[in-house]
Nanobody, 117 residues
Framework: QVQLVESGGGLVQAGGSLRLSCAASANIFSIDIMGWYRQAPGKQRELVALITRGGTTNYADSVKGRFTISRDNAKNTVCLQMNSLKPEDTAVYYC???????????WGQGTQVTVSS
């Protein structure tokens, strides 16, 4: 069982920045993939960014060049630096931890990000 706790959400004006953090209860070096997802009202949850245990990253096209995901194995945290925020980035952001063999997913409770125009 892995518990994930997100922090860092809030209200920001368009063009601003926020940094989300996800603290894991387990050694994240043992977790195959860590990621951030988001869900806007009336929409499905979508992938924002992920990072593998080896450090490979992948981003949604909509956030490439603006968001950066990183992991600190020593602190068991994963961060999402979000720059040049847009109103369409408004959503609840969820941290995800995924083991691949077998596939097991853990989710945080989510943190609200609101970008005003």
């Amino acid at each position: 069982q892995v518990q994930l706790v997100e922090s860092g959400g809030g209200l920001v004006q368009a063009g601003g920045s926020l940094r989300l953090s996800c603290a894991a209860s387990a050694n994240i070096f043992s977790i195959d993939i860590m990621g951030w997802y988001r869900q806007a009202p009336g929409k499905q949850r979508e992938l924002v960014a992920l990072i593998t245990r080896g450090g490979t990253t992948n981003y949604a096209d909509s956030v490439k060049g603006r968001f950066t995901i990183s992991r600190d194995n020593a602190k068991n945290t994963v961060c999402l630096q979000m720059n040049s925020l847009k109103p369409e980035d408004t959503a609840v952001y969820y941290c995800n931890a995924r083991f691949t063999l077998p596939t097991i997913n853990y989710w945080g409770q989510g943190t609200q990000v609101t970008v005003s125009s």
